[in-house]
């Protein structure tokens, strides 16, 4: 039985390309943190940098972390279509009525909630795993291992405040509705519309950044005072018609 409420097209198509990159981008965190993962296992069973065949590695994530998700979003979107008798209308997920999105709350608990969830508690597991291979590393490993160790702990941190900023924003993101607390709608909203923000304030602004910036200030202030207490150079002396005509009459007579 087709939908009898009116909805877009182009509502539902945008709803269904949301949920479908949502899913991608945590497939892609976890995909992140299980790669940090097993760079530090390597370097700490076998005492060497894990290395080789990195293409392949990442065409296997790349096809894991695009084509997985299209599985739920694919599902969703024949519910949405076909509303089959035998599922009760409360996990319909309805998208685009009335907005392009999830309209039913526990359609969003079950087909964006759970998995993301899911993704979150594996990334957990991965940062917490990572952080004892970390310090076992540091306490006994050889020293061609722990000469890496440092670029990656500086990758271990990078997946974690990414980590950090997504799942953070969108765990008030699912509780906001159900809780219906008001300042956490807010601290939703905030972390949710900042996440550019936050992300350019933990992978940009390091400290390496900021002592490059700090040594090139000075530089750049200086040349910038100087374009702008730079005086323009004087307008070139006008030339007067009569005196075009007098040097005229003078050539003139003289010949």
């Not at 999830?102 to 795993?129: E, G, Y």
């Not at 540091?138 to 990414?162: D, K």
């Not at 923000?197 to 202030?221: D, G, N, S, W």
Request: charged fraction near 15%; charge should be positive.
């Amino acid at each position: 039985m087709l939908a009898s409420a009116p909805r877009g097209a182009g509502c539902v198509v945008l709803a269904a390309f949301r949920y479908y990159f949502w899913l991608c981008c945590f497939a892609w965190m976890t995909a992140m943190a299980q790669d940090v993962w097993r760079a530090f296992r390597l370097s700490h069973t076998q005492l060497r940098v894990a290395g080789g065949a990195e293409t392949r590695r990442f065409l296997v994530y790349s096809l894991c972390c695009w084509l997985v998700p299209a599985a739920p979003v694919a599902l969703v979107v024949a519910l949405d279509q076909l509303e089959p008798r035998g599922v009760p209308e409360a996990f319909l997920p309805r998208l685009g009525h009335p907005w392009c999105w999830f309209s039913q709350r526990k359609s969003l608990l079950v087909f964006l909630a759970a998995p993301v969830a899911l993704l979150i508690v594996m990334n957990v597991v991965f940062f917490a795993t990572t952080a004892v291979l970390i310090a076992g590393l540091s306490r006994g490993a050889a020293t061609a291992a722990r000469a890496s160790a440092s670029l990656r702990r500086q990758r271990y941190c990078s997946v974690v405040r990414l980590a950090a900023v997504m799942g953070l924003a969108w765990v008030t993101a699912i509780l906001a509705p159900h809780l219906q607390w008001e300042p956490l709608w807010y601290l939703s909203v905030i972390l949710t519309s900042l996440q550019g923000v936050f992300i350019f304030l933990a992978f940009t602004c390091r400290a390496t950044v900021l002592q490059e910036v700090r040594a090139r200030a000075p530089t750049l202030l200086q040349r910038t005072a100087t374009l702008i207490t730079r005086r323009p150079p004087p307008p070139a002396p006008a030339v007067s018609l009569d005196h075009l005509h007098s040097d005229q009459d003078v050539s003139s007579s003289t010949l």
